[in-house]
């Protein structure tokens, strides 16, 4: 499979890159900068050397998080989806995938509430099951995507599906 | 190093990916950014504001209104932000790391913006839990960063322009492949990748608009699974925010409590006054005294920066009622005390057109009863539009400037 890896920069003249484009560019360009150049140092005005130190570390890892675990393991069960389709069609895939990566978005949610809960506890505030909420959550994606993905395989009808073969 | 990374890319590589699914992940995470640093920049105004502020009464729950969309769309834009940081991934592992000093400069302000956005997003997502595990002060950090995590936003959609305006609209297939230069070419081949035209239907595989879709629906799910704290008609659906409506003593939630602020005794002494100045002249009302002032009922929202707000019923005397007894103009600023000890919000600037404003209220009583400690007892501030930490409780004394 030839790599989807993308242009970082624009290449060269295109017939909608003209003058104004290049305009709009500048003057988005220098007014963005300006803008972040502003919060960068409005931060030191009013974070002192450890605080800003602390955020730094968290920036870092922030990038390294997502970047070094979170990707590779997302890519990781992406890979496996692909291995094992269980023949599948792209819809049914699409609705599986849509399941898991609701369940997984609410569940890492969920975690960092249950995690708060337990050091934050506050009148009024973090008061539900979150965790019960989350196994009804599992419980009803399980359900309603086996549901779409029987009746959108029923439709396909067994002639189309002898049509096709594995990657 | 080249062949490495390369191979690298490879693993990452997937029929999903393509500058067309980037360029609409960007428009819908673009629009809730920019909701996101509108809403926060009206907060912030409300409460630090400069010299030519306006400050809407009308609608009641307007604050309501802009920080459930502050803390909405900010929540929105996890599951967004995530996906289009995976839609470009592969971007990361391109060798070499830097071709020219623009390319430098370009790849920097992209690490400046998906760093400040990652913080930015999990930051806000757990203060409004509540909870602050960092060694950095949240409201001025998420403030100066929202400028940061804005500006670097505006300079990656200039420095990606050409890109974005060259699919801004689903490519046209048969069309495309006619008129091309040598640089649309290059272009399409390397950036479309088999994403950018329709994938082949492969078993098991999603397409592009699968993926659209799924982000489409985690989003929703998202959303819909915590909006109910800001927007009562999806109070049914509330499973996984921190704060449920009609929760907490008098049906209403608290955010900060007698005990937190260590003003029970004070607030429950039975000598307590009121104490009004104005011009060196001072007067002190107790609360039987204000309780037989002619009293106003309104229904107002209470709506905290966490972005949970609840309306609620309100009784008590007019605050102009109150300073027009002083022979002061209803339109005056005022400086309202607290009787909590300490804490950042012990002392309150309140704006004339709230002073003025007939449904702002001393309140005493909250939902049919007489306002229970941790809402404020004996007597708070209740006025329209404004964010919850400045509906000053436990009152001291009213100062008309």
């Keep these: ?167 | 190093m080249n062949r490495l990374t390369d191979a690298l890319a490879a693993k990452f590589a997937s029929p999903v990916r393509s500058t067309r699914l980037t360029v609409v992940l960007g428009r819908w995470l673009g629009i809730c950014f920019t909701v996101c640093f509108a809403t926060g920049l009206f907060s912030h105004g409300l409460q630090n504001p400069p010299s030519w502020m306006l400050f809407p009464t009308r609608p009641v729950g307007i604050y309501q209104l802009t920080q459930g969309l502050h803390i909405t769309s900010g929540i929105a834009s996890i599951p967004l932000l995530l996906a289009k940081l995976w839609s470009v991934y592969p971007e990361l592992l391109k060798w070499p790391p830097v071709r020219s000093v623009i390319h430098a400069l370009e790849r920097g302000s992209i690490a400046l913006l998906v760093a400040s956005s990652l913080v930015q997003v999990v930051t806000g997502l757990i203060n409004t839990y509540k909870w602050y595990p960092w060694p950095f002060p949240f409201r001025e950090t998420h403030y100066w960063l929202s400028w940061v995590v804005w500006g670097s936003l505006l300079l990656h959609i200039a420095a990606k322009l050409p890109l974005i305006a060259g699919h801004w609209r689903r490519a046209r297939r048969p069309r495309e492949a006619e008129v091309t230069t040598a640089a649309q070419v290059r272009t399409t081949a390397a950036s479309a990748g088999p994403g950018g035209r329709q994938p082949p239907a492969v078993t098991g595989r999603w397409s592009r608009r699968g993926f659209l879709a799924a982000v489409g629906v985690t989003t929703g799910a998202v959303v819909l699974g915590t909006a109910g704290q800001s927007f009562a008609w999806l109070s049914p659906a509330n499973f996984f925010a921190p704060r449920k409506m009609g929760t907490g003593p008098q049906g209403v939630p608290v955010n900060r409590t007698a005990a937190d602020a260590k003003v029970g005794p004070l607030a429950q002494n039975p000598g307590w006054k009121l104490n009004i100045s104005y011009r060196g002249q001072s007067r002190s009302y107790t609360l039987g005294e204000l309780g037989a002032l002619p009293q106003a009922e309104h229904e107002l929202p209470i709506a905290c920066v966490e972005g949970w707000s609840q309306t609620a019923r309100w009784r008590g005397v007019r605050i102009r009622d109150l300073v027009q007894a002083m022979g002061a103009a209803p339109e005056s600023d005022l400086l309202v005390t607290s009787l909590e000890p300490e804490g950042a919000y012990r002392f309150m600037s309140m704006p004339a057109v709230y002073t003025a404003d007939e449904q702002t209220l001393v309140a005493l009583e909250l939902n049919g009863g007489v306002l229970e400690l941790d809402h404020g007892y004996p007597a708070r501030i209740i006025a329209p539009g404004r964010p919850g930490v400045l509906q000053t409780k436990w009152l001291q004394s009213l100062e008309i400037l």
């Excluded at chain 1, 997302?74 to 049914?92: D, W």
């Excluded at chain 1, 975690?111 to 419980?139: C, F, G, I, K």
């Excluded at chain 1, 399980?142 to 599906?161: K, P, S």
Aim: hydrophobic share 50%; charged share 10%; aromatic share 6%.
């Design chain 1, 1 to 167: 499979m030839s790599t989807p890896v993308q242009q970082s920069t624009p290449a060269g003249p295109n017939p909608k890159t003209g003058t104004g484009l290049h305009v709009i560019r500048l003057v988005l360009g220098l007014v963005g900068a300006g803008i972040a150049a502003y919060g960068l140092l409005g931060l030191p005005s009013q974070l002192g050397v450890a605080q800003l130190v602390g955020l730094l570390f968290w920036l870092a890892c922030a990038v390294l998080l997502h970047d070094g675990l979170l990707v590779p393991l997302t890519s990781l069960v992406g890979a496996a989806l692909n291995r094992f389709t269980f023949g599948l069609g792209s819809s049914s895939a699409a609705v599986l995938r849509s399941a898991l990566m609701t369940g997984a978005v609410l569940t890492l949610l969920t975690l960092t509430l249950v995690w708060a809960q337990s050091v934050a506890r506050n009148t009024s505030v973090l008061e539900a099951d979150y965790a019960a909420h989350l196994a009804w959550l599992w419980l009803a994606l399980a359900i309603g995507a086996a549901a779409v993905i029987y009746l959108l395989e029923r439709r396909t009808g067994r002639r189309f599906r002898r049509q096709k073969t594995r990657p």
